[in-house]
């Protein structure tokens, strides 16, 4: 294993940013810029497997964002359900196992059986990689539900991180290694906020549907050169 191999990170988070502005530089609908997103999305998924990427979570649908105009909304739940019907095969072919986080109890009943349908049919104990669709997450829904759980439990035993960790909505998945966001935004926007504490940070000017495996491959790069500390000092020095 080269040396770049070994620092490609376990898990790559993405803040896939920028359809609509790319839609408008075209003049086309802000829907179209979230097809041109997902088509992005599909050769992401593919690269970042075939770069040894174990975990590729991505942020397709926010608490937030239930306050866009009804026609994206509704068009973006037509264009999950589209892609949870027609890539499921695919999922399954290169062993890659689709998880979901975020509170899918409030999208349409239809929907969530495609997307659980999606999650049974690849549901491999040893996948290739893990491709994690955030879809109706928030950072801060997510620990508020952690709260409420701990307290519906009547927890009384002694919270420190690692117990507080098993009731995060996918508490076996590792903490993201790397944060992506594209179009030159520089925020996380209520995304992976318990799991971002030690995340390397990664912005790039590149609006999501122009987002590609050269693109991709600069991310990483400059990832393998960063030097993470997690609050230690650096090794080697007085
Ligand atoms: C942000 O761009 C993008 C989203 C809110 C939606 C992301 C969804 C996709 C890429 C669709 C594909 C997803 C799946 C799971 C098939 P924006 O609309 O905020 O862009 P702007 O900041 O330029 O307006």
């Known amino acids: 294993m080269t040396r770049e191999e070994k620092s490609v990170p376990v898990h790559c988070a993405i803040i896939m940013d920028g ?7 075209r003049m086309l609908p802000r829907i179209l810029g979230h097809r041109a997103g997902a088509s992005a999305l599909v050769r992401i998924v593919r690269a970042a497997a075939e770069r040894g990427i174990r975990y590729l979570s991505i942020y397709a649908f926010s608490t937030e964002n239930w306050k866009r105009p009804k026609t994206e909304v509704l068009g973006l739940m037509a264009l999950f359900r589209s892609y949870a019907r027609r890539k499921v095969q695919e999922l399954a072919k290169e062993n890659v196992r689709l998880r979901i986080a975020g509170r899918i109890d409030l999208f349409p009943q239809d929907l969530r059986d495609l997307l659980e349908y999606a999650q049974k049919e690849t549901s491999f104990e040893n996948p290739r990689m893990t491709l994690i ?71 790039s000017e590149s609006l999501w549907p122009d987002f590609d495996e050269n693109e991709l491959d600069k991310a990483l790069s400059a990832f393998s050169k960063r030097e993470r500390r997690y609050g230690n000092v650096q090794l080697g020095t007085s």
């Open 133 to 203: 669709a955030c879809l109706n997450y928030g950072g801060r829904q997510e620990i508020l539900d952690a709260f409420r759980r701990i307290r519906e439990e009547g927890y009384d035993r002694e919270l420190d991180e690692e117990a507080f960790r098993r009731y995060l909505y996918l508490p076996d998945i590792p903490d993201p290694d790397l944060i992506i966001r594209t179009s030159g935004e520089m925020r996380l926007s209520n995304f992976w906020l318990w799991q971002a504490s030690y995340s390397e940070l990664y912005f």
């Open 19 to 25: 359809n609509g502005r790319w839609a408008r530089k």
